[in-house]
C-alpha cells in the first residue's frame, strides 16, 4: 500500500482529500503544519506528498526545497489557491513534480496521485540498461548517472528521465505530449510550461559544463536531443 503524506493548514480540505485518498486504498497521513510535515517526511518518507503552498511553520515551496536535499524521488504534487504561472514556475524550481490549482476536484486528484506513483514505480523511461554514450555524454539509466566528459552530473530523478527520454530518440523530434506520457506518465500536463521549466535545468546540468549543444527547441512542437559542438554553433551564428 502506497503512503500519502498530505501536507494541508485547512482543516476541511485536508480531512477531505485525506478521507478520498484512504478510500482509495492509500496509507495517508495528514499533517498542517509544513516544518512538522518535513519532520515527518524524513522519518518516515512516504511515497507521495500533496503539498499545500501557504502553511504555517514552513511554506510549501521551503518545504520541497529542503524535502529535496534528502529525497530525489518520491512524488510532489503541489495544491494552492495561487494560479499564476509564476507561482507555478516557482513551485517547479523548489522541487514539485506537479502542479494543482484549487479548486480541484477528488477525481483529478486520484488520477494525477496514480500518474506520477506509476511514474515512481515503473521508471519506464529507465527501463533499459543499456548505456548511451553520445558526444562526450556517458548516460547510464539503471544506475540512474550520467557524466559529461568523465565528470558526474547532478541531476534530479525527472531531468534524467527527460535526458534517457531524448538520448535514446537522438534526431527526432520529441513532442511536449510525448515527453509528458513517457516521463510523467500522462499525456497533458496542465501547462507546457511544467517540461519547459525541467527542460531548461536539464541544459544547465549537462550543457554548461560541455562542449555541446544537445537539446534543440522545435519552436510550438517540443524538442530535438542533437549533439552540436558549442564552436560549431558559434560559427554557424556568426555567419548566419
Same mark, same amino acid.
Given at each position: 500500500?502506497?503512503?500519502?503524506?498530505?501536507?494541508?493548514?485547512?482543516?476541511?480540505?485536508?480531512?477531505?482529500?485525506?478521507? @478520498?485518498?484512504?478510500?482509495?486504498?492509500?496509507? =495517508?497521513?495528514?499533517?498542517? !503544519?509544513?516544518?512538522?510535515?518535513?519532520? @515527518?517526511? /524524513?522519518?518516515?518518507?512516504?511515497?507521495?506528498?500533496?503539498?499545500?503552498?501557504?502553511?504555517?511553520?514552513?511554506?510549501?515551496? =521551503?518545504?520541497?526545497?529542503? %524535502?529535496?536535499?534528502?529525497? &530525489?524521488? =518520491?512524488?510532489?504534487?503541489?495544491?494552492?489557491?495561487?494560479?499564476?504561472?509564476?507561482?507555478?514556475? /516557482?513551485?517547479?524550481?523548489?522541487? @514539485?513534480?506537479? #502542479?494543482?490549482?484549487?479548486? %480541484?476536484?477528488?477525481?483529478? $486528484?486520484?488520477?494525477?496521485?496514480?500518474?506520477? $506513483?506509476?511514474?515512481? *514505480?515503473? *521508471?519506464?523511461?529507465? &527501463?533499459?540498461?543499456?548505456?548511451?554514450?553520445?558526444?562526450?555524454? #556517458?548516460?547510464?539509466?539503471?544506475? $540512474?548517472?550520467?557524466?559529461?566528459?568523465?565528470?558526474?552530473?547532478?541531476? *534530479?530523478?525527472?531531468?534524467?528521465?527527460?535526458?534517457?527520454?531524448? @538520448?535514446?530518440?537522438?534526431?527526432? $523530434?520529441?513532442?511536449?505530449?510525448?515527453?509528458?506520457?513517457?516521463?510523467?506518465?500522462?499525456? %497533458?500536463?496542465?501547462?507546457?510550461? =511544467?517540461?519547459?521549466?525541467?527542460?531548461?535545468?536539464?541544459?544547465?546540468?549537462?550543457?554548461?559544463?560541455?562542449?555541446?549543444?544537445?537539446?534543440?527547441?522545435?519552436?510550438?512542437?517540443?524538442? *530535438?536531443?542533437?549533439?552540436?559542438?558549442?564552436?560549431?554553433? !558559434?560559427?554557424?551564428?556568426?555567419?548566419?
Amino acid at each position: 500500500m502506497s503512503r500519502i503524506l498530505v501536507v494541508e493548514d485547512d482543516p476541511i480540505i485536508g480531512q477531505t482529500v485525506e478521507y @478520498a485518498l484512504r478510500r482509495a486504498g492509500f496509507d =495517508t497521513e495528514l499533517v498542517a !503544519d509544513g516544518a512538522e510535515a518535513l519532520q @515527518a517526511a /524524513r522519518a518516515c518518507p512516504p511515497d507521495l506528498i500533496v503539498l499545500d503552498i501557504m502553511l504555517p511553520g514552513m511554506d510549501g515551496y =521551503t518545504f520541497a526545497e529542503q %524535502f529535496r536535499k534528502i529525497d &530525489a524521488e =518520491t512524488a510532489i504534487i503541489m495544491v494552492t489557491a495561487l494560479d499564476q504561472e509564476r507561482d507555478k514556475v /516557482r513551485g517547479l524550481d523548489a522541487g @514539485a513534480d506537479d #502542479y494543482m490549482t484549487k479548486p %480541484f476536484s477528488m477525481e483529478e $486528484l486520484l488520477a494525477r496521485v496514480r500518474a506520477n $506513483l506509476r511514474r515512481v *514505480r515503473e *521508471r519506464a523511461v529507465l &527501463a533499459a540498461d543499456v548505456p548511451i554514450e553520445v558526444g562526450d555524454l #556517458y548516460i547510464e539509466p539503471n544506475e $540512474l548517472r550520467v557524466s559529461v566528459g568523465g565528470v558526474p552530473a547532478k541531476l *534530479r530523478l525527472k531531468e534524467f528521465q527527460l535526458l534517457v527520454s531524448l @538520448a535514446r530518440n537522438e534526431g527526432a $523530434l520529441q513532442t511536449r505530449e510525448k515527453l509528458a506520457q513517457q516521463v510523467w506518465g500522462y499525456e %497533458f500536463l496542465p501547462s507546457s510550461r =511544467t517540461i519547459d521549466v525541467h527542460i531548461r535545468r536539464l541544459r544547465q546540468g549537462i550543457e554548461e559544463p560541455s562542449d555541446y549543444l544537445y537539446i534543440h527547441t522545435v519552436h510550438g512542437m517540443g524538442y *530535438r536531443f542533437e549533439p552540436v559542438l558549442k564552436s560549431a554553433a !558559434d560559427t554557424t551564428e556568426g555567419t548566419g
